[in-house]
Structures are given as C-alpha cells and as structure tokens.
C-alpha cells in the first residue's frame, strides 16, 4: 500500500506562481514513475507532467510545458509541482499518481502504469 498526500492549492491570479507538494508514505519501493494529473468538473482527466524518482527524467503535456516543472525529494519521499505564469484554464484538481497496477497512461509521449491516487488539492486560477 502506498499513501500520496498533495497540499499547496490554492487561489492565485493569472500570471502567477503556485507550488504542489505530494508526500508518499507506505510501501513506496518500485514506484519509480510517478506524476501530476489534474481534473476540472465535467472535464477529462489530464496527464500533467510525469518523472523517474531515480533518474529524474520528466515529461510534460503540451498544454504545461514551459510553465510547469516536476521535481522530487527522494531523501523525503516528496514530489513537487511548481506552476508558473498560470491561466485560468489551468484552474482544476490536482492529483499525485505513482507507479502500480492501474491503467497505463501516457504523459508527453512517456508511459507508466499508474496504481496509486492522492486525494488531490484545489488549484483556481482567476
């Protein structure tokens, strides 16, 4: 079992900045993949940005690239998203996802299968 935590949200204007935390906790070995999805009412899910926990190789959608950059702290078991020059088309939930036995998704042309959800944190951007 696997435990994703997300804080950060917030309401910010557009233009600005806002940083995403996820703190996993739990049987976390083999979660090398792991990624930032966000969802709006009545709106798909969406692959944000993705990256290897040991590597640090990261892939981005289109609709974020430029402005967004995933990162993580392996020594303490944390992924981040920092959002820059943000629109109010990016105003939605967002959600923490590590790698496990769930649904391959593709995310910037990289694909992972995804088992593990947070609960998400509001992101509105006005």
């Known amino acids: 079992h696997v435990q994703l935590v997300e804080s950060g949200g917030g309401s910010v204007q557009a233009g600005g900045s806002l940083r995403l935390s996820c703190a996993a906790s739990?049987?976390?070995?083999?979660?090398?993949?792991m990624a930032w999805f966000r969802q709006a009412p009545g709106k798909e899910r969406e692959g944000v940005a993705a990256?290897?926990?040991?590597?640090?190789?990261?892939y981005y959608a289109d609709s974020v690239k430029g402005r967004f950059t995933i990162s993580r702290d392996n020594g303490k078991n944390t992924l981040t998203l920092q959002m820059n020059r943000l629109e109010p088309e990016d105003t939605a939930k967002y959600y923490c996802?590590?790698?496990?036995?769930?649904?391959?998704?593709?995310?910037?042309?990289?694909?992972?299968?995804?088992?593990?959800w947070g609960q998400g944190t509001q992101v509105t951007v006005s």
């Open positions: 739990g049987y976390t070995y083999n979660r090398n993949c």
């Open positions: 996802a590590a790698e496990g036995a769930g649904e391959k998704i593709c995310i910037g042309g990289y694909c992972c299968r995804f088992g593990y």
């Open positions: 990256i290897m926990i040991l590597g640090a190789t990261t």
